[in-house]
């Protein structure tokens, strides 16, 4: 059974640092891609990034290049989004996502995902 459950979301303000947990049982490592997505309020789910099965590659979206890092900690199955120089606009909802048989085309889309924990809140005050 496939289980992603997510930690770390909190209240801070612009400028501020989080970093966000999300352990993974149920999956092979090494094959799966492992996600970080978000939904603000009356907004559709996007892509926030991604390491790529096999976990030499990660991808951003552009918005956070620069700011935000995806890892991983094998050890204890755990992936991490480190998140630096919060703004308010990354006030959201924060899931982490987990497939076994996505193209890198795909990696964007929510919907493609089969596994999803069930999300983290991060607010940023300004």
């Known amino acids: 059974q496939v289980q992603l459950v997510e930690s770390g979301g909190g209240l801070v303000q612009a400028g501020d640092s989080l970093r966000l947990s999300c352990a993974v049982s149920?999956?092979?490592?090494?094959?799966?891609?492992l996600g970080w997505f978000r939904q603000a309020p009356g907004k559709e789910r996007e892509f926030v990034a991604v390491?790529?099965?096999?976990?030499?590659?990660?991808y951003y979206t552009d918005s956070v290049k620069g700011r935000f890092t995806i890892s991983r900690d094998n050890t204890k199955s755990t992936i991490f989004l480190q998140m630096n120089s919060l703004k308010p606009e990354d006030t959201a909802v924060y899931y982490c996502?987990?497939?076994?048989?996505?193209?890198?085309?795909?990696?964007?889309?929510?919907?493609?995902?089969?596994?999803w924990g069930q999300g983290t809140q991060v607010t940023v005050s300004s």
């Open positions: 390491l790529w099965r096999g976990g030499s590659r990660t």
């Open positions: 149920g999956v092979t490592s090494g094959s799966t891609t």
């Open positions: 996502a987990a497939d076994g048989n996505l193209i890198l085309s795909s990696m964007r889309t929510p919907r493609l995902y089969e596994y």
